[in-house]
């Protein structure tokens, strides 16, 4: 009886290692197509309005943001940052002004 128990603990250990990577493969699916859909639509806005839109958002970031009193927009800031990031006129002064706001994951 102790092996039947054994391996149906090792079935149902098997069956949540699968279920689990079932849910993280769905999981990755829909964040690639949400920023798949996310780029294409920023790619049909004009790109006058794009330019005035990124600069919007840095202005935000460096007079908002910069401020003693951010801790209390952090979600607004970090909204605008990952906006700015995802414009395809963000140079490379842009980024640093954005990723400042943005978490980068740790080890």
Known sequence: MTGDRTRGER???RSLVWGA???CLVWASVEVA???RDRRAIALVDP????QSLRGALTALRTICDSP???SVS???RSQAEFA???P???ERCRRTAERFVPQPTR
């Open 75 to 77: 979600a607004h800031c």
């Open 48 to 51: 006058c309005e794009r330019q």
């Open 21 to 23: 990577l079932a849910c």
């Open 85 to 87: 990031l995802r414009m």
């Open 34 to 36: 949400t920023e798949i």
């Open 89 to 91: 006129e963000c140079d």
């Open 11 to 13: 079935t149902s250990a």
């Open 69 to 71: 009193a951010s801790a």
